[in-house]
């Protein structure tokens, strides 16, 4: 069975800076490589995309946070990371991890995390 579980989420003003952790286990069940990626849903907006890395680590990011959120992976602990910068009062939201894997586009998903940017 796939877990994720998440960290690091919290209060920060404007201009701070959080990490995220999402540490993957179970990931032994998966077929083939997997795209990890981190989301967010505001209340009564959306889930959109924030950022996704690649197994041979290509990146995407949405453009609201380019240049000030920077998503890595670290392969031999099975955990990917969110740096998130420069924070501002619309990033606020759940966070949530993500795995899909490549070859079954099955997804799995972290319980969330509450990142709120208020001064």
């Known amino acids: 069975q796939v877990q994720l579980v998440e960290s690091g989420g919290g209060l920060e003003q404007p201009g701070g800076s959080l990490r995220l952790s999402c540490a993957a286990s179970g990931t032994g069940s998966i077929f083939g490589p997997y795209t990890l990626g981190w989301y967010r849903q505001a209340p009564g907006k959306q889930r959109e995309l924030v950022a996704a890395?690649?197994?041979?680590?290509?990146?995407n990011y949405a453009d609201s946070v380019k240049g000030r959120f920077t998503i890595s992976r670290d392969n031999a602990k099975n955990t990917v990371y969110l740096q998130m910068n420069s924070l501002k009062p619309e990033d606020t939201a759940a966070y949530y991890c993500?795995?899909?894997?490549?070859?079954?586009?099955?997804?799995?998903w972290g319980q969330g995390t509450q990142v709120t940017v208020s001064s």
């Open positions: 890395i690649r197994s041979g680590g290509s990146t």
């Open positions: 993500n795995l899909r894997a490549t070859i079954t586009k099955r997804d799995y």
